[in-house]
């Protein structure tokens, strides 16, 4: 709170906000031995990346598949980090079953990893990672109505009444 209150009054002296540049006081905490000087000010400045943000749809994959248990085929959106680095359960929305998809913590079995593309491939069944073989009816609820917010959101096509532009004027 103290920090706080000398970085602001330090802030309002100097003109500058707080997003561009920051300063700090040290405040008197540690044993006399590691103290500064009070008039000693230790500058900070934020430096701006180059680099950007992920895409959020390129870190989410869509998981469609059949119960084995019920036979209801469902949709999930799951995360492609989890997928290839972490757990990932889902739930059946029927009969509320979970399955296993991913497991590269070892999080099911002690020590173990389980992927379910490559016990498939070990059973000579085979995952079909086609994109482009989606159904609109497949979609998970949620994103058909991204996908609506997105199509209603676009610029409509209109045709302008413009007059035709005079040649003869050349």
């Known amino acids: 709170m103290i920090s706080r209150a000398i970085r602001h009054t330090k802030l309002i002296k100097t003109g500058l906000t707080s997003r561009l540049f920051v300063k700090a006081a040290t405040v008197s905490v540690l044993p006399r031995h590691f103290n500064f000087p009070a008039n000693n000010v230790t500058t900070f400045r934020r430096f701006q990346s180059s680099a950007t943000l992920p895409n959020k749809l390129e ?99 209109q045709k302008l009444d413009l007059p035709k532009p005079d040649d003869s004027k050349k």
């Open 59 to 157: 870190g989410e994959l869509l998981l469609q598949f059949t119960c084995n248990i019920c036979n209801n085929r469902s949709s999930h959106n799951i995360s492609k980090q989890s997928y290839d680095h972490g757990t990932v359960v889902v739930q059946c929305p029927s009969c509320k079953s979970r399955h296993l998809i991913a497991d590269n913590l070892g999080f099911m079995e002690y020590n173990k990893k389980f992927d379910l593309q490559q016990y498939l491939n070990s059973k000579g069944e085979s995952i079909e990672t086609n994109p482009n073989v989606v159904e609109f009816n497949d979609l998970p609820e949620d994103l058909k109505s991204k996908l609506q917010e997105m199509k209603d959101d676009a610029p409509s096509e």
